[in-house]
């Protein structure tokens, strides 16, 4: 029993604890509640005003980072599309180089083949 009468004296105290403390700031408040609701409308006008030049400065932000990544994107493809040309041009080159070495080996082989069959046939008498 004596456990549970520490417990109601526990919470005896707590509760006269609570109304004391309650009674002290309602004496102590620094203004009314009237003044205080007035200062809680105002607050959440000022603090809504800072949300809209927030959301403003955000969205100003955006749209420069949005054309900051369109004027990087446009430069990455015209670097790509110069290193394609780029790469055309060397594929072209080789192409033509090698018809160039092509043509020159078979005119070679041809004088050869030419020259062998010179050698082989009699001459024509006349």
Same mark, same amino acid.
């Given at each position: #029993?004596?456990?549970?009468?520490?417990?109601?004296?526990?919470?005896?105290?707590?509760?006269?604890?609570?109304?004391?403390?309650?009674?002290?700031?309602?004496?102590?408040?620094?203004?009314?509640?009237?003044?205080?609701?007035?200062? =809680?409308?105002e607050? @959440? =006008?000022?603090?809504?005003?800072?949300?809209?030049?927030?959301?403003?400065t @955000?969205?100003?932000?955006?749209?420069?980072?949005?054309?900051?990544?369109?004027?990087?994107?446009?430069?990455?493809?015209?670097?790509?599309?110069?290193?394609?040309?780029?790469?055309?041009?060397?594929?072209?080159?080789?192409?033509?180089?090698?018809?160039?070495?092509?043509?020159?080996?078979?005119?070679?082989? #041809?004088?050869?083949?030419?020259?062998?069959?010179?050698?082989?046939?009699?001459?024509?008498?006349?």
């Amino acid at each position: #029993m004596a456990d549970d009468s520490r417990g109601w004296e526990f919470l005896t105290g707590f509760l006269l604890g609570a109304v004391a403390g309650a009674a002290a700031a309602l004496l102590l408040a620094p203004q009314s509640g009237e003044e205080t609701r007035e200062q =809680i409308r105002e607050r @959440g =006008i000022e603090l809504q005003s800072r949300a809209g030049d927030l959301s403003e400065t @955000g969205q100003k932000r955006a749209e420069e980072l949005a054309a900051q990544a369109r004027a990087r994107a446009e430069e990455a493809e015209r670097r790509g599309r110069l290193a394609l040309d780029e790469q055309r041009s060397r594929l072209q080159e080789a192409i033509d180089e090698g018809k160039e070495a092509a043509s020159k080996k078979r005119d070679e082989l #041809m004088a050869r083949l030419e020259a062998e069959k010179a050698k082989r046939t009699p001459p024509a008498s006349a």
